[in-house]
């Protein structure tokens, strides 16, 4: 919500967004300071790690399937809502299931209306309110701080019992995943754990935060990265940086999940040459001297190959 700031104004800035549905909603704001720019990873600090874990380290964080990254459960104020109308609670769940099931289009804040933020204010404590200096748009915080946290939450639960319940699943994370049929690893460290969960999982699992609505995540260029297969759900940038089946694969459905994660689970040569192919495809183009070359280019307007 900083990005509600009047601030964003100011020509001093530049603001880089990852998400072009982010920046085609903002570029107006401040036109030649805003830049759409996707992420990017550090290939080389990983190898060093990868290089250098023990034999303990690696049959620690080898596995048949991992996740590392939150449930939202625990980032989910929608749930502090109490007594709404049920006609609001039944749509806004009729909503939220819906978005479930479609990838490459969020849909959520089109489908309020101006009775319906109204009313949902009145019955979560503490609705956002923004601090001054900033455009207030109640619908738009509805959908972003408490639908799509929802909707995410909903999400990482429901892979996490469809992928649990056939395969084993490591999942590291803070969050509580009572009930559920995987393996709660907890935390591991960013910077010298994480690269090995990446490596040494036979499937990586990236679930987009809802929040992005087009972008791709960090984690998506850190498991190619480090050179371990992923799998992500569909989102609309992404062929923009990557060859679904070549450098990574993609699934659309629950369906689709289960049925690519059996066959990457039992067709090892295609699952390692697509992890290499994603590897070579990030080192290439999407690690950090390369990103910050375009970062400053964009920023001070210098033509390509000029710096």
Known sequence: MELYSNSVTNQWNRIFLFDQAQYDEFASRNPEYIFHLPLASNPARWNRVISDASLHNIERFSSEISFVGSLYTEKSPYDRLKNAPSYLSGYLNGIMAAQL??????????????????????????????PENFRRDDRIAMARIYLEPKVSAMERVLVMKLLGSHYPVNLYTGSDTTGLPVKNC???????????????????????????????????????????????????????????????????????????????????????????????????????PERLLQMISLAYGITEGAI
């Open 101 to 130: 099931k479609i990838y490459g289009y969020n849909f959520l804040e089109e489908l309020l209306t101006d009775d319906m933020v109204q009313t949902f204010r009145k019955h979560l404590p503490g609705f956002y309110t923004p």
């Open 186 to 288: 907890g935390l591991v460290k960013t910077l010298t754990e994480m690269p090995l969960v990446f490596h040494y999982s036979k499937i990586n699992l990236n679930i987009t935060s809802k929040s992005i609505h087009a972008g791709l995540p960090l984690r998506i260029f850190d498991v190619l990265g480090c050179g371990g297969f992923l799998l992500t759900n569909y989102q609309t940038e992404l062929t923009n940086y990557f060859t679904p089946g070549t450098d990574l694969d993609v699934y659309t459905s629950e369906d689709d999940l289960l049925t690519k994660t059996e066959y990457y689970l039992t067709h090892e040569k295609d699952r390692m040459e697509i992890a290499h192919n994603g590897y070579e495809t990030t080192k290439k183009y999407h690690n950090y």
